[in-house]
């Protein structure tokens, strides 16, 4: 069935909703693997910069990159509601400049919502988006595009956290994000910060008190052999497996037993 933004934006208002099982993926096949299984939402990511593209963070990912991995996604995608994520420095600058870049999102790569990181600070942009028609998904607590002034350290961790991040949810919401995602926000207060959200709270890495969960798909496939972080649950673990296909087809190929005629 098809998923749209509406039906996210009024999760919280329908009696005993299932939670929001939110995927990560990067191309035509991870997107159809996530959009098979009933992934109600899925995410372009900027993490493809360290997952898929081996740099080291997600800062070198660039806008003609998201828009070539959203536009492969796209065409795997069928039901979910597909957001690109904004990469680092496509919408810091100006508002014009993101509302062209987000626009490129919808236009060009066929995307349902962009996703930026940041609360109360993008109040004003998130409301331009939406009021030029871009829907959008927060994202609050660790923010990887800041990750040289705030490091990976965990969010929440006392009461000025609390009402500082209470804010930037009550911000985005006010502004017309259509729900947010939380990462590595103290699972104790992420729960409390849900309780208290006005649209769908999406956690990663903040416990299970939030009303979804999104993990890398590739994290999840165990498709990497890098050590994945502490909240990441592997439901299969295909890297050694692929490992051991090549190398049975290699075995093959120089024993001349593929093909077989």
Known sequence: MKTTVRKIAAWKTQPNPEPLATVTAYDAITGRI???????????GDSLGDTALGFDSTLP??????LHHTAATRRGVRDAVLVADMPFMSYQTSQSEAIANAGKFLQLAGADAVK????RIRYELIKAL????????AHIGLL???????????????????????????????????CVVLECVNPSFATELTKFSPI?????????????QILVISDLLGLSDKTPPKFVKRFANLF???????????????ARAYPEN
């Open 116 to 119: 930026l990181e940041g609360g």
């Open 34 to 44: 996530a959009d098979a299984a009933g992934a109600p939402l899925i995410l372009v």
């Open 240 to 254: 050694p497996a692929a490992v051991s296909a090549v190398s049975d087809y290699a075995a093959a190929v120089r």
């Open 61 to 66: 990912v660039t806008m003609d990159m998201m």
């Open 144 to 178: 990887p595009q800041s990750v040289k002034q705030y490091g990976y350290a965990t969010k929440g961790n006392d009461e000025s956290d609390l009402f500082q991040l209470q804010d930037d949810i009550w911000a985005v919401a006010e502004a017309g994000a259509f």
């Open 130 to 137: 939406v009021e030029n028609g871009i829907p959008v998904m």
């Open 200 to 212: 769908p709270t999406i956690g990663i890495g903040s416990g299970a008190g939030c009303d979804g």
